[in-house]
C-alpha cells in the first residue's frame, strides 16, 4: 500500500509565495513520476507540473517561470516552490504517484491566493 500526503498549503496575498511538499510511502517504492494537479472552485482538475527520476521537469505554461517542481528521491518526496501567486492559482492541489505496478493520489492541500 502506498500513502501519498501533501502539506505546505495556506492563504497568501498576491504575489506571496508558498512551497508545497507531497511524501510517498510504502514499501519498495519504485517512483517513476511525480506530478502535481490542481482543482479550483468550479473548475476541473488540470495538470500543473510533473518531474521524472532523473529530473526532467515539465510546466503547464499557466504556471512557467513562477512554479519549480523539485525532488528528493530518498526521500520519495516532491516539492512545489510557488512564487508570484495569483488569485487563479486558488486550488486544492493534489499529488499523483506514479510507479510500474500502481498509481496514487494524495488529499490534497488548500492554497488561497487573495487579491
Known amino acids: 500500500q502506498v500513502q501519498v500526503v501533501e502539506s505546505g498549503g495556506g492563504s497568501v496575498q498576491t504575489g506571496g509565495s508558498l512551497r508545497l511538499s507531497c511524501e510517498a510511502s510504502?514499501?519498495?517504492?519504485?517512483?517513476?513520476?511525480m506530478t502535481w494537479y490542481r482543482q479550483g472552485p468550479g473548475k476541473q482538475r488540470e495538470w500543473v507540473a510533473s518531474?521524472?527520476?532523473?529530473?526532467?521537469?515539465n510546466y503547464a505554461d499557466s504556471v512557467k517561470g513562477r512554479f519549480t517542481i523539485s525532488r528528493d528521491n530518498a526521500k520519495n518526496t516532491v516539492y512545489l516552490q510557488m512564487n508570484g501567486l495569483k488569485p487563479e492559482d486558488t486550488a486544492v492541489y493534489y499529488c499523483y504517484v506514479l510507479t510500474p505496478l500502481r498509481t496514487d493520489w494524495g488529499r490534497g492541500t488548500q492554497v488561497t491566493v487573495s487579491s
Open positions: 510504502g514499501s519498495s517504492l519504485h517512483i517513476n513520476v
Open positions: 518531474i521524472t527520476n532523473s529530473g526532467i521537469t
